[in-house]
């Protein structure tokens, strides 16, 4: 079932990726061709992939659940289009390829990773994605809070502080709920804002993806220091090479380990208002522990 389901996400962002981002036939193509480059083939999906799966609790449109999704990988690929950068992270090797700046230039990059910040949110304006205008406000208004300084970038300046630091374990979670859960959060919380759930009403679904978004990021620092380069597509080792505080320094890696399947098994048990209806999503809690990239 998670296997099906991922490839046919991966399949519908290629293909809305590949409508949104033709490349022009003027000064502006070399641009395209860089978020082409960074945006189509490759990576989990696991984003887009959540909010299917989150959709299908509230039977939403397939359209619309893909339409988001694809806002929301935007942002996850601009992200990691500017920490690629040499004043960021300096990597080469993204997705099993150059990274943005290798294959083109620093410049081109820089712009390739606002451009796909600004369609992210064209994107969730549309009424396309959404017919209610007030629905679609409070999704534009939900991935900003959750890209933004209260978000993934804020989490982003304290992975950069984290080489200049010694962070203790809550500050290292807070880090973390910032820079890949919120972004995560959001997946779960936009199906729940296109069906109209209350807020009160999602708090199981928060706690979801709280869970979820921890146990994901101990994972990212197990296969850091046990993973495969090839089959991560990316280099690995550099958080212990820039002295960064991890799950894993903080915590040992049998800790970690039992840490992230304790986190996985109270994220299914948010989900036990729902029936098989939620099973992608508790599929997608075990894969995120079990992953080889």
């Known amino acids: 079932m998670l296997s099906e389901a991922a490839q046919e996400t991966a399949q519908a962002i290629d293909t809305l990726f590949d409508a949104i981002l033709q490349v022009p036939d003027d000064p502006r193509h070399r641009l395209y ?8 083939g490759g990576g989990k999906r696991l984003r887009p992939l959540l909010v299917r799966a ?4 509230f039977s939403l449109p397939e359209e619309s659940l893909v339409r988001v ?12 289009i500017h920490d690629d950068l040499p004043a ?33 949110f064209e994107i969730l304006s549309d009424e396309r994605t959404h017919s209610e205008p007030f629905v679609r406000v409070e999704l534009i208004r939900a991935l900003a809070l959750s890209s933004g300084p209260a978000g993934m970038a804020g989490g982003q300046m304290m992975d950069l502080e984290a080489e200049r630091a010694s962070f203790d374990l809550p500050t290292v979670t807070r880090l973390q ?14 199906a729940a804002i296109m069906a109209r759930v209350p807020p009160e009403g999602r708090t199981g679904l928060h706690g979801y993806a709280r869970d979820l978004g ?11 220091v046990e993973g495969d380069e090839a089959a991560a597509g990316k280099a ?3 958080d212990a090479a820039a002295g960064k505080e991890t799950f894993l320094s903080l915590l040992g890696v049998d800790r970690a380990r039992e840490q992230a399947q304790m986190l996985v098994d109270q994220a299914k048990a948010h989900l036990r208002g729902f029936g098989e209806e939620a099973d992608l999503l508790r599929a997608i809690a075990d894969y995120v522990i079990e992953r080889d990239r």
Request: net charge negative; with cysteine; proline share 1%.
């Open 54 to 57: 989150t959709g299908s609790l």
């Open 69 to 80: 999704g694809c806002a929301v990988e935007c942002i996850h690929v601009y992200s990691l």
């Open 33 to 40: 061709e860089a978020m082409r480059h960074a945006a189509i």
């Open 214 to 224: 921890l146990a994901f990021q101990i994972a990212d620092d197990l296969l850091d």
């Open 236 to 238: 690995l080792g550099k």
């Open 177 to 190: 709920q910032l820079k890949t859960g919120a972004l995560i959060g959001y997946c779960v919380e936009a």
């Open 88 to 120: 960021m992270d300096d990597d080469a090797l993204r997705r099993g390829k150059p990274t943005v700046h290798i294959a083109f230039d620093e410049a081109t990059a820089i712009l390739a990773g606002d451009c796909l910040h600004d369609i992210a």
